[in-house]
């Protein structure tokens, strides 16, 4: 079964408008969660280290205020996109980092600006 | 910066042959990981390496820490096995962050 659940799978949001995706952590407790985007035809790139309880960590040329991402508890992460706009449809993928630094992640989430 | 480099890029085979996927990557790690992607867009953490050679299955994968350098291989290959593999790293150093840094990964097609 499913260690780490990811929803919604599939969005479409209109321009302008913010879609909340959520990684939830099934198994164990997870004090990090990793959020990844990937365009089509390209490598997966690490967006932002989501940390429990306190504030995220993103990579270089993430807006902070524009994905927002919020861990309020041991097994879930959130990541919104705020106003959202056409170069913001990708897939998105979260990863938890399980015992013996497994990696579990996500079914996913393909987003589509319109 | 640490680079990943996987190849082929893209790999066409016939069922039952031996397939050989490479990686190569520039800067320390403490691990490499093999993923699968498959086209709906789910991963699966197909292996962890730090040292050594893993086998699973009709899967092994090998890694020189030397040479930076590792290699998935697949035996007695299937159309099942048709998927996107992916090179990723764990570096010694985060920086902060403790994510992955990904090859660009082979998309493999096995024909009956």
């Known amino acids: 079964g499913a260690v780490v659940s990811q929803h919604p799978s599939r969005v479409i949001c209109k321009s302008g408008t913010s879609v909340k995706i959520e990684c939830r952590s099934l198994d164990f407790q997870a004090t990090t969660m990793f959020w990844y985007r990937q365009f089509p035809k390209q490598s997966l790139m690490l967006m932002a280290t989501?940390?429990?309880?306190?504030?995220?960590?993103?990579e270089q040329g993430v807006e902070k205020d524009k994905f927002l991402i919020n861990h309020a508890s041991l097994t879930l992460s959130t990541l919104t996109v705020t106003s959202a706009h056409p170069e913001d449809s990708s897939f998105y993928i979260c990863?938890?980092?399980?015992?013996?630094?497994?990696?579990?992640f996500g079914e996913g989430s393909w987003l589509t600006v319109v | 910066k640490n680079e990943v480099e996987q190849s082929p890029q893209n790999l066409t085979a016939q069922e039952g042959e031996f397939i050989t996927i490479n990686c190569s990557y520039s800067v320390g790690i403490s691990a490499l990981h093999w993923l699968q992607q498959h086209p709906g867009g789910g991963i699966v953490s197909l292996f962890m390496l730090s040292s050594g050679k893993k086998k699973h299955g009709r899967l092994i994968a090998t890694i020189n820490i030397q040479e930076k350098h590792s290699s998935l291989h697949i035996t007695a290959s299937h159309p099942r096995d048709s998927a996107v593999y992916i090179c990723a790293v764990s570096l010694i150093s985060g920086g902060g962050a403790d994510g992955l840094t990904f090859g660009k990964g082979t998309h493999l097609i096995i024909q009956p």
């Open positions: 990863s938890v980092r399980g015992f013996g630094n497994t990696i579990y």
């Open positions: 989501s940390n429990e309880g306190s504030k995220a960590t993103y």
